[in-house]
Nanobody
Framework: QVQLVQSGGGLVQPGGSLRLSCAAS????????MNWYRQVPGKQRELVAT???????IYADSVKGRFTISRDNAKNTMYLQMNSLKPEDTAVYYC???????????????WGQGTQVTVSS
């Protein structure tokens, strides 16, 4: 059984910083692509950032230059460093990872539980 556990959300003032973590645990053989999404009530879930197994990164235009996605493969953990936060960054943030379990023949997507990020004005 694999699960992703998120941490690091909270309340921050505009211009502030926050770091989110997403730790995978369980019978993991390998983790390929990892992603951060965010969602606001009434809006479509938005892909914020992607990091490949080779640490190639892709960012949404709305966060480019402010957010940094990274991963620590030894810890099965990825991070989202969020700087220069804006009120429009307020959302529930979700991590997703494509994971091969030990002994499995193909990978599957796994989702974290989500964490609230609130940027006050």
């Amino acid at each position: 059984q694999v699960q992703l556990v998120q941490s690091g959300g909270g309340l921050v003032q505009p211009g502030g910083s926050l770091r989110l973590s997403c730790a995978a645990s369980g019978s993991i053989f390998s983790i390929l692509t990892m992603n951060w999404y965010r969602q606001v009530p009434g809006k479509q879930r938005e892909l914020v950032a992607t990091i490949s197994s080779g640490s190639t990164t892709i960012y949404a235009d709305s966060v480019k230059g402010r957010f940094t996605i990274s991963r620590d493969n030894a810890k099965n953990t990825m991070y989202l460093q969020m700087n220069s936060l804006k009120p429009e960054d307020t959302a529930v943030y979700y991590c997703k990872a494509y994971i091969f379990t030990s002994g499995g023949t193909r990978g599957s997507d796994y989702w974290g539980q989500g964490t609230q990020v609130t940027v006050s004005s």
